[in-house]
């Protein structure tokens, strides 16, 4: 008969607990702070790169709204939207939906005109076109370029904090 020495199964049972920990609320936590940091950083290059209408100042309109309205939930609150609130805080107050495994962020722009100035637009004439902004084609485009890097990055700081000691 062979002996097979001795086993510690505390071990074993720590490692469940670990695992036990990604499994729980707490990965559906981790995987929403994800769609918010992904969200914020998408707001982010939007807004900059959201151009901003030049008036002269005897016509007594204010350029900005469209950038202003990114970090707004309705039409009414993007004129009184703060132009200070950073993207990232506000990504911290969308709401996060859970459809099977997939977490969404709603990223929208309510003023009226921004489907028009993203994706161009006819002249007052009807003789011409307005090309188009795209920039938030643009701005979705590079993340989704940076996205995985991201993703990879937090992934493996949740699972350091997981299975360290």
């Not at 459809?99 to 003023?111: D, L, M, R, S, W």
Request: charged letters at 30%.
């Amino acid at each position: 008969m062979a002996r097979w020495g001795s086993v510690d199964f505390q071990q074993l049972k720590n490692l469940q607990k670990r695992m036990e920990k990604l499994q729980s609320r707490e990965f559906e936590k981790f995987c929403e702070g994800v769609a918010k940091e992904l969200a914020a950083r998408l707001l982010a290059k939007v807004i900059k790169r959201t151009p901003v209408g030049q008036y002269p100042n005897s016509s007594g309109k204010n350029g900005g709204t469209l950038r202003r309205g990114w970090t707004a939930k309705t039409h009414a609150e993007a004129a009184a939207s703060s132009s200070n609130k950073s993207a990232k805080a506000y990504a911290e107050s969308l709401p996060v939906t859970k459809t099977g495994h997939v977490f969404q962020i709603e990223v929208i722009n309510p003023v009226h005109y921004a489907p028009y100035v993203e994706f161009g637009h006819r002249t007052r004439s009807h003789k011409g076109w307005v090309k188009g902004q795209f920039m938030l084609t643009i701005s979705e485009d590079e993340l989704r370029s940076q996205s995985q890097k991201i993703v990879d990055r937090k992934v493996e700081e949740f699972l350091r904090k997981c299975f360290s000691d």
